[in-house]
Nanobody
Framework: QVQLVESGGGLVQAGDSLRLSCTFS????????MGWFRQAPGKEREFVGG????????DLADSVKGRFTISRDNAKNTVYLQMSSLKAEDTAVYYC?????????????????WGQGTQVTVSS
């Protein structure tokens, strides 16, 4: 059974940086494409970015390009979301998700496994 556990969320000020981590267990991490999603209050969950299983490809939503990066360490079974120049509109619960695939999927329906989420609050 795959388990995903996010960590690293918190309360920060606009302009600050924050790194989220997602630790994977239960299967072979290196066979999974990983995605990051977020859900703000009153809004639908949206794609933030994804990384292919080999780290060869990264896809980021336009709203975070130039500010967020995604990386993974297959030896540590962990995927990271490095966020910088945070804005109030980045406030949301952030989720990591995984699927056995070589493709990065932007739709949440394509991911089989999800973490419980970690809250990121950016104060202005």
């Amino acid at each position: 059974q795959v388990q995903l556990v996010e960590s690293g969320g918190g309360l920060v000020q606009a302009g600050d940086s924050l790194r989220l981590s997602c630790t994977f267990s239960g299967r072979t991490f290196s066979t999974y494409t990983m995605g990051w999603f977020r859900q703000a209050p009153g809004k639908e969950r949206e794609f933030v970015g994804g990384i292919s299983r080999s780290s060869g490809t990264v896809d980021l939503a336009d709203s975070v390009k130039g500010r967020f990066t995604i990386s993974r360490d297959n030896a540590k079974n962990t995927v990271y979301l490095q966020m910088s120049s945070l804005k109030a509109e980045d406030t949301a619960v952030y989720y990591c998700a995984g699927r056995i695939s070589s493709t990065i999927w932007r739709s949440e329906q394509n991911y089989n496994y999800w973490g419980q989420g970690t809250q990121v609050t950016v104060s202005s």
